[in-house]
Each structure stands twice: as C-alpha cells, then as structure tokens.
C-alpha cells in the first residue's frame, strides 16, 4: 500500500474503532479528556508506524494495545493523582483486575465501557451544543474541523467548546457509569435528543448553502443502531432508528439535479431506498413487540411509516396522521407537533379546517422565528386561493429561514403566487 492509501485506511480504522478505544480508556483513567488524548496518542504512533511496518492485522487491537500501555505509563507516572507511588500501584493493580484481557475486550460487543461514554457524552451538566458536539467527537470519531465543517462553525469555536466540555464533566466528577433507574430513563432521553439533533442537522440544514448533509444523517443512523444494540429492550431507543431510517430513505428525492429541495408531495417515490424502508419498518414491529407505540419517536416513526406505505401522495392515510400527531402531542406537547398536526388536517380536511388551526399558533412566541409557520399558511392560503396574502407568507418564510436552498424555494413559491 501506498503511504497515502495507508493513511485511508488508519481514518477508517480509527472513525470504527475509536470510541471503543475511547470508552476503555476511560474506565481506566476516569477522565473523558485524558483518555481522548491517549487514543489520540495511539493513533499518531500508528500514523508514524504504520507506513512502515503496514497495517497489522488486526488493527482495532493493535491501537487498543497502545493506548492501555499508554495509559498504565500515565497512572504509573503520577499525572493522574498526587497520592504515594504505593498506593497508586495498588490502585493500578485494581483496575488492571477490572480490566478484562485484550483480544476479550476486542472480542466483545462493543460493551458497557461504549455504553458507559454514550451517556457521559451526553451528560445534562452540559449545554446542547456541547452535548452534540462532543458526541460527534467521541462516538462518532470525527475531527473538530469535520464538525465545525458540518455546522458551518469556526473551527476554534468547535474545539474550545469541546474543551469546555472535558473540562465540565471532569470538574463534575461524572463517575463513569451508566445510570439506574429513573435516573436511567432521563439520561436516555438526553442520548436520543442528541442523535436526533445530529440527524435533523443532515437532514434539513438550519443554515448554509445545502439542504441536506448526508454525513450527519450517516452518523447519526450510526449511532442510533449502535445504541439499540448496546440496550437491545429499550423500545423508544429502536423507534428513533426506525424514524431515522425511514426518513433518510428519502434523501436522494429530497433534492433535484442542482440541489433544489423538493417537497415530500413532489417527490419521486421510486427513488426512496426501499431497503432502509424495510429497516425502518421492521423497527417498527420490534418496538411493537417491546410494548407499542408510546413514546414520541414510536410515533413518529409511525408517521413517517404512514408516508412510506403510500404509493402515490393521494395514497396516504392523512386520517391516521392526523391521529398519530393527536397522540405525539399529548406525550411530548409542542407548538411546532402542533403545526404538524395542522398540516395533515389540512390534507385530511381540507385547507380551511389546516387554515383554522394555523392561524390559532400565530401568537405562539416559540414559532415567532420559526420560517415552516409562514410556509405552511402559505401553502394553505394558496390551496385557497388566496395569493396575495400567500405570497406574503412565502416571502416572510423566506426572509426568516437561514438556509439559502430553502430560501430560494420559498421565493420561487411566492413568484408563482403572482403569477
């Protein structure tokens, strides 16, 4: 292999194995931080090696070996704690008895150690942002200018945020553990919103000149399936990764030849990836058998299921929607699960009775910045027939979304209302 090839294949290994290595740092260092810089030692030595002595054959292992020996030097240099050498020893010996030999820990299935990071890095002490960013870090082995990339962030303000984070959870004293009880519900709840964030992130850009950033929606879908493997009876767990799976099957009739968004009513069905509808599906019966469709994700996964089984846009069962919206909203209220509710009673009713509905949430302050409230009256006032007002709606969506694709979408649906 080339040097160049080499290097491809070391970010391969290191974006799979990462976390792993990461995770089992951490149960031996008990900092988040230090054992990020271990594995990153581990992976310099391998970029330094590697080209040389090539890629050994197990490679996960190889970086995993490394950066233990890495990490035992670290304790045994009293970096960690200022306590006597002895007592530091008999520590080590402990942990050395708590940690299960190598080609065992590789072996293994990911693991308590993953799952035990995954809530670390989505621990409450810290802010969303930085919950999002250090679970692209951490679990998702990118780079900081990969996520600041992904975000259209300054790379410096990716990694001090980042660096706060570490900081945080080390001053918190986040004991390195996965939580019990109701504890345990709360915290997962946490996990899930950071991958969903991920996901929307890729899925309907905030900002920026893209609609759609596939890597995110990758990444996410990523962890999400990584997650139902490490709590296998978690069932809003699998319904997430049954909604994200069917809705990334639409990713590539979400956007025309020029990276145009186009509607779910407009899209061309043909082209959504019946293998990852199949997926998502079958998600769905599995949250089914774990109790039914209870939590706000299930329902949602449900939705989006309502839109996968319809052939055509008029085959869609908008009666069930507007239901299965009735009940999202009574377990995780919201004004914008309201709105979505409006839509399908819309499309179930009739404009008016959408219309109706709409116009109740125009003095919700939480929609005030929120460009799909505009877009959505527009769309009914333009069923209608009312243009000029609809034109008005499309061109105040426009002027408050921060997404340029989506902006010129709206314009271009306000042009056709003066027409």
């Known amino acids: 292999m080339t040097a160049a090839e080499t290097h491809r294949a070391i970010d391969a290994v290191w974006r799979i194995e990462s976390a792993r290595i990461i995770a089992g740092l951490t149960r031996i260092v008990r900092d988040v931080g230090v ?14 090696q590697w080209p040389e002595s090539g890629i050994p054959e197990n490679p996960g292992a190889w970086l995993m070996g490394t950066a233990k020996h890495r990490a035992i030097d670290f304790l045994r240099r009293g970096t960690l704690t200022d306590r006597k050498h002895e007592v530091l020893g008999r520590e080590m010996a402990e942990r050395e008895m708590q940690v299960p030999d190598l080609a065992a820990a590789m072996d293994d299935t990911i693991g308590d150690d993953l799952l035990r990071l995954v809530f670390i890095a989505c621990h409450p002490v810290l802010s969303t942002e930085a919950r999002v960013s250090l679970t692209l870090r951490l679990l998702g082995g990118l780079t900081t200018e990969e996520i600041a990339r992904a975000y259209l962030a300054a790379e410096p303000t990716i990694a001090q945020r980042i660096v706060r984070a570490k900081r945080a959870l080390a001053e918190a004293h986040v004991p390195f553990e996965v939580p019990r009880g109701t504890e345990f519900t709360s915290r997962l709840s946490s996990v899930l919103q ?66 145009e968004p186009i509607l ?8 959504w990836d019946q293998l990852l509808i199949h997926r998502g599906l079958a998600g769905i019966d599995r949250v089914e058998r774990l109790g039914g469709m209870r939590g706000p994700y299930a329902i949602q996964a449900a ?8 052939a055509t846009p008029e085959d869609t069962d908008w009666g069930r929607i507007v239901t299965l919206y009735s009940d999202l909203a009574e377990v995780a209220p919201s004004p914008i699960v309201e709105l979505n509710r409006a839509v399908a009673v819309g499309m179930a009713y009739g404009a008016t009775a959408g219309l109706e509905l709409v116009d109740a949430l125009r003095g919700d ?19 209608l027939g009312r243009l000029s007002e609809a034109r008005q709606e499309f061109e105040l969506a426009a002027a408050i979304t921060r997404n340029a694709r989506e902006r010129n979408l709206l314009l271009a649906r306000a042009q056709e209302c003066a027409e």
């Open 264 to 271: 779910l009513l407009d899209q061309d069905r043909a082209r």
């Open 35 to 48: 054992a990020e810089e271990l594995a990153q030692d581990a992976l310099v030595a391998a970029l330094e």
């Open 365 to 383: 302050p939480a929609l005030r910045e929120y460009h799909l409230l505009p877009s959505v009256r527009g769309d009914l006032l333009k069923k």
């Open 194 to 259: 950071v991958i969903y964030l991920i996901f929307n992130e890729g899925y309907s850009a905030t900002s920026g000149d893209d609609w759609l950033r596939p890597s995110l929606c990758e990444d996410a879908l990523r962890l999400g399936r990584i997650l139902a493997e490490l709590v296998p009876d978690e069932a809003e767990v699998h319904g997430l990764v049954a909604l994200m799976e069917i809705q990334a099957s639409r990713a590539k009739a979400r956007v025309g030849p020029s990276g």
């Open 303 to 310: 939705i989006a299921a309502c839109h996968a089984r319809a």
